[in-house]
């Protein structure tokens, strides 16, 4: 099957930036769409970005403007750079990737442990 190792999280100050990254390894024969979600104590997990394999991106309202999603395929790897940030934005997240490995005729969803977010002074 496929591995999703997520790296970039961490301590940030409001008004800050980080950018996440996301590398998928195993017997891949192809991915389609690449995403982040994201969930905090006691509310439900929910998509903060998403890319599909033609380079369209969709992003949840409140990160329109301070969050960019890009991929590169060459290295089956997906990031989320994260500008002005606020403590509202404190969250696990979690990446995501609709994918087709070995011979199979159809994708699988695969999920990454999850990396911690903390925006706070």
């Known amino acids: 099957q496929v591995q999703l190792v997520e790296s970039g999280g961490g301590l940030v100050q409001p008004g800050g930036s980080l950018r996440l990254a996301c590398a998928a390894s195993g017997d891949i024969f192809s991915i389609n769409t690449m995403g982040w979600y994201r969930q905090a104590p006691g509310k439900q997990r929910e998509l903060v970005a998403r890319?599909?394999?033609?380079?369209?991106?969709t992003y949840i309202d409140s990160a329109k403007d301070r969050f960019t999603i890009s991929r590169d395929n060459a290295k089956n790897t997906v990031y989320l750079h994260m500008n002005s940030l606020k403590p509202e934005d404190t969250a696990v997240y979690y990446c995501?990737?609709?994918?087709?490995?070995?011979?199979?005729?159809?994708?699988?969803?695969?999920w990454g442990q999850g990396t911690q977010v903390t925006v706070s002074s």
């Open positions: 890319i599909t394999n033609g380079g369209a991106s």
């Open positions: 995501n990737v609709l994918a087709r490995y070995g011979t199979s005729l159809r994708d699988y969803d695969y």
